[in-house]
T-cell receptor, first 110, second 115 residues
């Protein structure tokens, strides 16, 4: 089946710093989503981005589908950005189910 | 639109007991998914419904697990004869079915602890 790899697995930043999270996937997909999991376990939708570039405030994401990777940019990080970030992909012709990466655990220090 | 809801939020049970979880999707979303997440891992797909039809089940879904979605609205996930290895967060998601729009929205999850 499709493999999803996220890097780095862990990231520690000072408040105000910028960061880039990467997601590589091993086959073509028709869905790609980025999530932030809060301390209570809720998955918060950040981006639905099977291709192209999107921006939402301090966050932006780019997916290059032909090269099978996606990037999540966080600028001017805040302590509230801490948590686990997941990339999830939906393979073609598999009913829309999502395959998740292992996540990147981000810790932003004041 | 109140989002995806799940009930209960937490469940503690003893090994061997049966448990049932409920998921209410976003209204008018045709697809409903169940995932399981264990500590330190990403969520893993269990099963999904299109309306009331269960279209796929993962190998993770042993015969002790059963899911239903009567009338294509809410869904239930039942685990019979629970085992300690069933302890996990059970997540439900829904999405509209339409070409080019497969974005999934997740509920808050049900955290199961089997003693």
């Amino acid at each position: 089946g499709i493999q999803v790899e996220q890097s780095p697995p862990d990231l520690i930043l000072q408040e105000g710093a910028n960061s880039t999270l990467r997601c590589n996937f091993s086959d073509s997909v028709n869905n790609l989503q980025w999530f932030h999991q809060n301390p209570w376990g809720q998955l918060i939708n950040l981006f639905y981005i099977p291709s192209g570039t999107k921006q939402n405030g301090r966050l932006s994401a780019t997916t290059v589908a032909t090269e099978r990777y996606s990037l999540l940019y966080i600028s001017s990080s805040q302590t509230t950005d801490s948590g686990v970030y997941f990339c999830a992909v939906g393979p073609y012709n598999q009913g829309g189910k999502l395959i998740f990466g292992q996540g990147t655990e981000l810790s932003v220090k004041p | 639109d109140t989002g995806v809801s799940q009930d209960p939020r937490h469940k503690i049970t003893k090994r061997g007991q049966n448990v049932t979880f409920r998921c209410d999707p976003i209204s008018e979303h045709n697809r409903l998914y169940w995932y399981r997440q264990t500590l330190g891992q990403g969520p893993e797909f269990l099963t999904y419904f299109q309306n009331e039809a269960q279209l796929e089940k993962s190998r993770l879904l042993s015969d002790r697990f059963s899911a239903e979605r009567p009338k294509g609205s809410f869904s239930t996930l039942e685990i019979q004869r629970t085992e300690q290895g069933d302890s996990a967060m059970y997540l439900c998601a829904s999405s509209p079915r339409g070409s080019g729009d497969n974005e999934q929205f997740f509920g808050p999850g049900t955290r199961l602890t089997v003693l």
